[in-house]
């Protein structure tokens, strides 16, 4: 839009200068002023050049000098330098007056110099520049209308950009602030209008929404911790003022009393280790470089220390690990391991003596699934799209002791190695964590 335009204006002074006398008529007119035989004064050059200059293109044009020799010419037969008399320049016009129109002058020279310019035009050209005439004029029309087109354009869209762009400073300036509550839309103006900063205002959109997200996840976190440290705080210091201000005072009673402080007191470092744990995870300092490693017997190890476990809690154990040797994965076989203890640790907490705990393995379509099941309490429906949330308790587990911390970290371990987690469940009847690992070809 920018370039056409300025090419279009730069072809009006090329067309002159192209039909221009001075490109094709005056070569060599500085050359000729130089000479001293023409004996032709300065001044007198002037009023020539100024004649020829008014010659219209299409007319061709010959000067001679008094001695006859022609001095500039754009005829075909009469050729500069060449000599010839007036008998001659006489024969010429009357042998091709039949297809040109002829006219001879003699500029008005301050000087007694005498020079002849002889102009002619061909017969039919009134017809040819006609015709051309006619077409020119649609052809100005049409570039004078699409350069204004294009100046319409420039404007309206500098215009757009210019009022997204404040759009943009004023959204980014209230984010800056920690104003993360409102919508992120442009104008009605510019709503129908797409450029590359109504692009960026919707990325921006898209990272208020995640940086909205972060911060009311943050406050549930400093909410959740709150709320579970307070309970064991609160005994520790009921039962510390007891002692101290003598309401219990037998040694049995004190005896129970510090038991409580001590098991509430390794409560309360227990829930501080998996929050320092937690943020560890969450922080991506923390996140080492993932190293290949044979998964099979990473799984295989899980299952013969998760049997062992459940045989002491009295749960039924089953395992079936279907895989082959040599499956090298990038992992964290620490975090890994972690992962399924936290799957298996919920499992026996929320399943009764005798019911059924079953581990399986399998590489299916490109990718290794692990499923944890049990037989357990179930989850509710409600419940299932929040259970990975941190701090986020279930209906059926509030009467559980826990934190809410515990699938949040396994979900964030599946999310750092790049792997995916789904959980099934019914209510009654059981819940399947399965977690599916690609397998790099």
């Given at each position: 839009?920018?370039?056409?335009?300025?090419?279009?204006?730069?072809?009006?002074?090329?067309?002159?200068?192209?039909?221009?006398?001075?490109?094709?008529?005056?070569?060599?007119?500085?050359?000729?002023?130089?000479?001293?035989?023409?004996?032709?004064?300065?001044?007198?050059?002037?009023?020539?050049?100024?004649?020829?200059?008014?010659?219209?293109?299409?007319?061709?044009?010959?000067?001679?000098?008094?001695?006859?020799?022609?001095?500039?010419?754009?005829i075909p037969s009469l050729k500069p330098g060449t000599a010839i008399d007036d008998k001659?320049?006489?024969?010429?016009?009357?042998?091709?007056?039949?297809?040109?129109?002829?006219?001879?002058?003699?500029?008005?020279?301050?000087?007694?110099?005498?020079?002849?310019?002889?102009?002619?035009?061909?017969?039919?050209?009134?017809?040819?520049?006609?015709?051309?005439?006619?077409?020119?004029?649609?052809?100005?029309?049409?570039?004078?209308?699409?350069?204004?087109?294009?100046?319409?354009?420039?404007?309206?869209?500098?215009?757009?950009?210019?009022?997204?762009?404040?759009?943009?400073?004023?959204?980014?300036?209230?984010?800056?602030?920690?104003?993360?509550?409102?919508?992120?839309?442009?104008?009605?103006?510019?709503?129908?209008?797409?450029?590359?900063?109504?692009?960026?205002?919707?990325?921006?959109?898209?990272?208020?929404?995640?940086?909205?997200?972060?911060?009311?996840?943050?406050?549930?976190?400093?909410?959740?911790?709150?709320?579970?440290?307070?309970?064991?705080?609160?005994?520790?210091?009921?039962?510390?003022?007891?002692?101290?201000?003598?309401?219990?005072?037998?040694?049995?009673?004190?005896?129970?009393?510090?038991?409580?402080?001590?098991?509430?007191?390794?409560?309360?470092?227990?829930?501080?280790?998996?929050l320092i744990n937690f943020v560890k995870l969450d922080s991506k300092q923390w996140r080492?470089?993932?190293?290949?490693?044979?998964?099979?017997?990473?799984?295989?190890?899980?299952?013969?220390?998760?049997?062992?476990?459940?045989?002491?809690?009295?749960?039924?154990?089953?395992?079936?690990?279907?895989?082959?040797?040599?499956?090298?994965?990038?992992?964290?076989?620490?975090?890994?391991?972690?992962?399924?203890?936290?799957?298996?640790?919920?499992?026996?907490?929320?399943?009764?003596?005798?019911?059924?705990?079953?581990?399986?393995?399998?590489?299916?379509?490109?990718?290794?699934?692990?499923?944890?099941?049990?037989?357990?309490?179930?989850?509710?429906?409600?419940?299932?799209?929040?259970?990975?949330?941190?701090?986020?308790?279930?209906?059926?587990?509030?009467?559980?002791?826990?934190?809410?911390?515990?699938?949040?970290?396994?979900?964030?371990?599946?999310?750092?190695?790049?792997?995916?987690?789904?959980?099934?469940?019914e209510k009654g009847v059981g819940t399947t964590f399965s977690i599916e690992i690609p397998?790099?070809?």
């Open positions: 839009m920018i370039v056409i335009p300025i090419i279009c204006s730069a072809s009006v002074p090329l067309f002159l200068y192209i039909s221009s006398p001075e490109r094709v008529l005056m070569n060599g007119y500085k050359e000729l002023r130089k000479l001293d035989s023409l004996n032709i004064e300065n001044e007198d050059w002037d009023v020539l050049r100024s004649e020829l200059k008014n010659v219209p293109p299409c007319v061709q044009t010959a000067v001679i000098a008094e001695h006859s020799v022609v001095l500039l010419s754009n001659e320049v006489f024969s010429f016009l009357k042998k091709t007056s039949r297809n040109y129109f002829y006219q001879v002058v003699t500029p008005k020279f301050k000087s007694e110099s005498d020079v002849l310019i002889i102009t002619r035009m061909s017969r039919d050209l009134n017809l040819k520049k006609h015709k051309f005439s006619w077409f020119l004029v649609p052809v100005s029309v049409g570039l004078a209308i699409f350069e204004g087109a294009c100046v319409f354009a420039i404007i309206s869209i500098s215009r757009t950009i210019s009022h997204s762009i404040s759009i943009l400073e004023k959204n980014t300036n209230r984010i800056a602030s920690g104003d993360f509550d409102f919508d992120l839309d442009c104008d009605s103006e510019s709503k129908h209008v797409c450029n590359e900063i109504t692009s960026l205002t919707q990325n921006l959109d898209k990272m208020r929404l995640t940086l909205k997200e972060e911060s009311e996840r943050r406050t549930r976190f400093i909410m959740g911790i709150s709320h579970d440290l307070r309970t064991p705080v609160a005994l520790i210091k009921g039962y510390t003022e007891a002692i101290s201000d003598g309401v219990i005072s037998e040694p049995d009673e004190v005896k129970k009393s510090l038991s409580v402080i001590g098991s509430k007191t390794q409560q309360l470092q227990t829930m501080i280790d998996s080492s470089q993932l190293l290949p490693h044979d998964i099979t017997p990473l799984v295989r190890e899980f299952a013969q220390g998760a049997q062992m476990t459940g045989n002491v809690y009295k749960r039924n154990i089953t395992v079936s690990v279907n895989l082959r040797d040599g499956i090298i994965i990038p992992v964290d076989s620490m975090l890994f391991n972690r992962a399924l203890e936290n799957i298996f640790s919920n499992a026996l907490r929320y399943t009764r003596t005798n019911d059924s705990i079953s581990i399986s393995a399998n590489e299916e379509n490109g990718k290794v699934i692990i499923k944890i099941s049990d037989t357990g309490i179930g989850i509710e429906k409600n419940d299932l799209t929040n259970i990975f949330e941190l701090f986020y308790r279930g209906t059926n587990s509030r009467r559980e002791e826990g934190m809410g911390i515990g699938l949040a970290v396994v979900k964030n371990i599946v999310d750092t190695h790049g792997w995916k987690i789904f959980a099934d469940s397998v790099q070809s």
